[in-house]
């Protein structure tokens, strides 16, 4: 563990150019950066990378482009389109078919919230390994904090709503359950409030962008 | 635009924008999902044949001509909302201030990746609307009483603007992603400034 806990920010920006230059809870050797106190899983990551970079089999991963991402562009943000426009569109296909009594509305609604079920799941991955290899500054921090655990918080609460809706739907209830409205309307204002927050982390802080990955690189914190 | 016509706007903010986050890609949200979902929904009713079996197994009923009900409502409103998607657009890219000097991963420099972006905004507005119409006609008219309600053809062109949403999007995060395009801390370190400031 000794050579471990040597582990100092400017350690790891010498020590490798790429993976190098990231600051937060490590899960390996416990080095927490000054300004990191917070629970971002998501940081976790590149530590991981990092740590077995220099041993195993993940030497081989490919290396970081200037968005700090073994891909060309972020993907989270495109498979979030399948979360944010099915969500919002189920919702309100059901306040549609709730006044209008059309019960195809309804069915269009609940595949849309079975896919946003699926997708959600698949940003939420997406989500962690782009957070983690986002080596968010100071000011960032706290939204995509906030931005993690209220999307993994969606993750169940989607979840629940789309089995609730299950069940609702093997009833052949001809109208749907208020409760039901109430929380799938409630379920779609926690998904504004998100995309909202990764908007912030996208355009406001400018996460993932060449400009600010440059100078994170060149030691912004 | 002309430095001393954006200074009319007076209000600004540091993104070139009169508000916070740019509106454009939060609705590019709502088109994509709908179309994609709309053209995806489509191929499952068209194999569907194939896939009873699956539902089945998971226990989630299901009847073809639902699929197909998807397939129609959610390209329906990605019609509607695609034209509010370019209006968006096309306000915030006449804000738009990049740097000339910055070359894209694609090697087109800032006004090259804007043209190409609106051409582009405008070409897929024109075919999610005209396949909208194509999508009516087999739902109402053509093939009402089929149990396909889509022709083969018609897959084939959702699959083809799939095609040009993937060059389109990669265009539009280039915009935002390197060109720093009405990204609050890229323009401030073109500044000079500190993104901690925020």
Redesign the interface.
């Known amino acids: 563990m000794a050579s471990v806990r040597n582990c100092k920010k400017e350690y790891f920006r010498t020590s490798q150019v790429y993976y190098s230059n990231f600051c937060s809870c490590c899960p390996l050797c416990f080095y927490t950066s000054s300004y990191q106190s917070s629970i971002v899983f998501g940081n976790t990551i590149p530590l991981f990378y990092w740590h077995y970079s220099k041993k195993s089999v993940f030497k081989y991963l490919p290396p970081l482009n200037e968005?700090n991402l073994p891909y060309?562009?972020?993907i989270h943000?495109?498979v979030?389109?399948?979360v944010?426009?099915?969500v919002?569109?189920a919702v309100?296909?059901d306040l549609i078919g709730y006044f209008t009594k059309n019960p195809?509305?309804y069915?269009?609604s609940w595949?849309?919230l079975?896919?946003a079920t699926v997708s959600i799941f698949i940003s939420i991955i997406f989500g962690q390994i782009e957070a983690g290899l986002a080596e968010p500054?100071?000011?960032?921090v706290s939204t995509l904090n906030v931005h993690t655990v209220l999307g993994w918080s969606l993750s169940g609460i989607l979840a629940i709503v789309t089995a609730w809706r299950?069940v609702i739907?093997?009833q052949e209830k001809p109208q749907l359950p208020i409760p039901y409205l109430a929380a799938s309307v409630l379920l779609a204002g926690l998904v504004c409030i998100q995309?909202?927050l990764g908007?912030?982390l996208?355009?406001?802080?400018?996460l993932?962008?060449?400009?600010?990955v440059?100078?994170i690189r060149g030691g912004?914190s | 635009m002309n430095p001393e016509l954006l200074e009319q706007w007076g209000n600004l903010g540091i993104n070139g924008l009169p508000y916070q986050i740019p509106i454009h890609p939060n609705l590019v949200h709502l088109t994509l999902g709908l179309f994609i979902v709309a053209i995806a929904f489509d191929i499952v009713g068209v194999l569907f044949p194939v896939e009873k079996a699956v539902f089945k197994f998971l226990a989630i009923p299901v009847t073809r001509s639902a699929l197909f009900d998807v397939g129609w409502y959610n390209l329906l409103a990605s019609a509607i909302v695609t034209f509010f998607t370019v209006m968006a657009g096309v306000f915030e890219v006449a804000l738009a201030a990049p740097s000339a000097d910055v070359t894209s991963a694609w090697g087109l420099h800032a006004l090259e990746t804007m043209i190409l972006h609106g051409v582009g905004g405008v070409l897929i507005l024109t075919l999610i609307v005209g396949m909208t119409v194509w999508r009516g006609f087999q739902r109402y008219q053509w093939r009402k009483d089929m149990a396909r309600q889509v022709q083969w053809s018609y897959i084939a062109a959702g699959l083809f603007v799939f095609a040009l949403m993937f060059v389109q999007g990669t265009l539009g995060a280039h915009l935002g992603a390197e060109f720093g395009v009405h990204v609050t801390a890229d323009r401030m370190l073109q500044l000079g400034e500190n993104p901690n400031q925020l």
């Open positions: 968005h060309p562009d972020t943000p495109i979030v389109h399948f944010i426009a099915m919002l569109f309100f296909c195809k509305l069915e269009v595949w849309n079975a896919f500054y100071a000011a960032s299950y739907r093997l995309t909202y908007s912030l996208v355009w406001v802080y400018g993932h962008t060449i400009p600010v440059d100078a912004l």
